[in-house]
């Protein structure tokens, strides 16, 4: 299944990544349990976060176990600086947004 933001909920793509995640898991044939040990999560933590009510820094924490901490490229990728922005902005790092 895609994500499609714009016929879904948020809720809706929680519990997508959710699945994600367990499948992941049941890929690399490991028991919730297993990934209790490997994370030091507990099984709640672990049910809940597939089912879709994780918060970020657990995902982190499973996608590493699982050695799949390399997908969050994928998933919202590095911004690349424009080189000419960055020559406008006299190598300054932008630190905020401008009301438009």
């Known amino acids: 299944m895609n994500i499609d933001p714009l016929s879904m909920t948020d809720a809706a793509i929680l519990q997508e990544i959710g699945n ?3 499948h992941l898991r049941l890929n690399k044939n490991l028991r919730q349990s297993d990934l209790c040990e490997a994370t030091g999560l507990s099984i709640d933590t672990i049910r809940a976060l597939e089912k879709g009510k994780g918060k970020l820094g ?3 924490t499973v996608l590493r176990s699982l050695q799949a901490l390399d997908q969050l490229d994928s998933f919202i990728p590095p911004q690349e600086i424009d080189p000419i922005a960055l020559a406008e902005m ?3 790092m932008r630190q905020r947004a401008r009301r438009s």
Do not use: A, H, P
Request: glycine fraction near 12%; charged fraction near 35%.
């Open 58 to 60: 657990t995902i982190v």
């Open 90 to 92: 006299q190598g300054k």
């Open 20 to 22: 994600r995640i367990e």
